[in-house]
């Protein structure tokens, strides 16, 4: 008998959880191994009715288990649910309470808090308490109905605490790695741009300070860059918005290609996009910057599309000065930007000495 992490679903979206659902099916396989395991002790211990009623046990596991496989979701928390507490019961009206097997009620508890919705929660959490109460009420009033030696009885109650101090253990183990990678998509999603998957503007303005403090204590150069999409309006307006994320998307993949591993790349706004470029100076910015006008020359756009599209690119290259602040710095490639556009686009120009 064996209880993993897993409880009553209610709400549709739940069921979308493949990760939760697949460490199901992987206790479900541990909890009928641990049955089978059940079987051969109790033979040994002289108590035939809970050796076999472990078969029963594995019997609702491998339900359990392609349950699951074919996402049954809701029959195989049923037949979970069901092994557990009536298989607890009946180890401890059989052999007593000493034997342990409440512990594996215990295990529903963290289940339960992580799956079910917060009212549903309560009423299931309240339900096991009163079930788990009402197993210890009743064997301060009954005797055992097959008792076991004193020796045997120690060797199932180890055996039990130890399944379910390895269970527990195995599963906090699953619930930490799923906090942590929560916490590494929420970090993702408050930093990158979901579109693009670069850094995004209150990120890229974070990255912009570090490199600020860098450069005032060590007078090493920081380029700028800052890139528009030219008429990037009239790819939306002559192929849909949706064609106009597919060029951003392939521009964010060009700037990216084209500059270094160390550049730091994110999306300022709209079509536009900002590179700081660490130990970069002006001469060096630029030559950066014309390496990426002339890639977006060579890349076949028409694929995007279907139709004729022709995508190009204007820059503003500044580098930053001593006494700079963010704003300054990006403000100077700015006006450099704004210069490409009036002489005509798909230019990179350099910021006013």
């Known amino acids: 008998m064996e209880s993993f992490n897993t409880t009553a ?11 939760f659902w697949r460490l199901a099916m992987r ?18 211990l002289g108590s035939p009715i809970l050796a076999w009623v472990n078969v029963v046990s594995v019997a609702m596991y491998a339900g359990a288990y392609y349950a699951l496989k074919y996402h049954r979701n809701k ?11 009536i298989h ?33 929660a309560v009423y299931a959490l309240l339900g096991l308490w009163g079930y788990y109460i009402a197993l210890d009420v009743l064997m301060w009033f009954i005797e055992p109905l097959q008792p076991i030696n004193q020796t045997a009885l120690h060797i199932v109650h180890l055996f039990n605490l130890s399944v379910v101090f390895a269970m527990f253990s195995y599963l906090s183990s699953y619930y930490l790695r799923m906090v942590v990678s929560a916490q590494r998509k929420l970090r993702e999603m408050a930093t990158t741009d979901s579109l693009t998957g670069l850094s995004n503007r209150r990120h890229m303005t974070y990255l912009a300070e570090k490199a600020l403090a860098r450069f005032q204590r060590s007078g090493h150069p920081v380029g700028f860059l800052l890139l528009d999409v030219d008429h990037f309006k009239s790819i939306n307006d002559a192929y849909g918005h949706e064609a106009g ?16 591993a160390q550049d730091l790349i994110g999306r300022w706004g709209g ?41 190009t690119i204007s820059i503003g290259v500044s580098e930053l000065r001593a006494g700079d602040d963010l ?13 490409s556009k009036a002489s005509g686009r798909n230019r990179v120009e350099l910021e006013a000495v």
């Not at 679903?9 to 990760?19: G, K, L, M, S, V």
């Not at 206790?27 to 040994?44: E, R, S, Y």
């Not at 704003?327 to 210069?339: E, G, K, N, P, W």
Request: glycine letters at 4%.
């Open 27 to 44: 206790c479900a396989q541990i909890a009928g191994t641990v049955d089978v395991i059940f079987f051969f002790l109790f033979h040994a």
């Open 327 to 339: 704003s300054s710095a990006v403000s100077r490639a700015d006006m450099a930007l704004y210069r």
């Open 88 to 120: 607890a019961a009946l180890g401890i009206i059989l052999i007593g309470w000493e034997s342990g097997f409440h512990y594996y009620l215990l295990m529903f508890i963290p289940a339960i808090c992580v799956s079910a919705s917060r009212r549903w």
């Open 75 to 85: 029959i195989a928390v049923v037949l979970i649910w069901a092994e557990v507490l």
């Open 9 to 19: 679903t209610y709400e549709p979206a739940r069921e979308r959880r493949p990760q």
């Open 271 to 311: 079509e536009e996009f900002l590179a700081i470029l660490p130990d970069t100076d002006t001469a060096k910015a630029q030559a950066s910057a014309e390496r990426v006008r002339n890639a977006f020359l060579a890349r076949d756009w028409r694929a995007i599309t279907g139709g004729d599209l022709e995508v």
């Open 245 to 260: 994320d597919r060029v951003l998307v392939c521009v964010a993949d060009v700037i990216r290609k084209e500059l270094r």
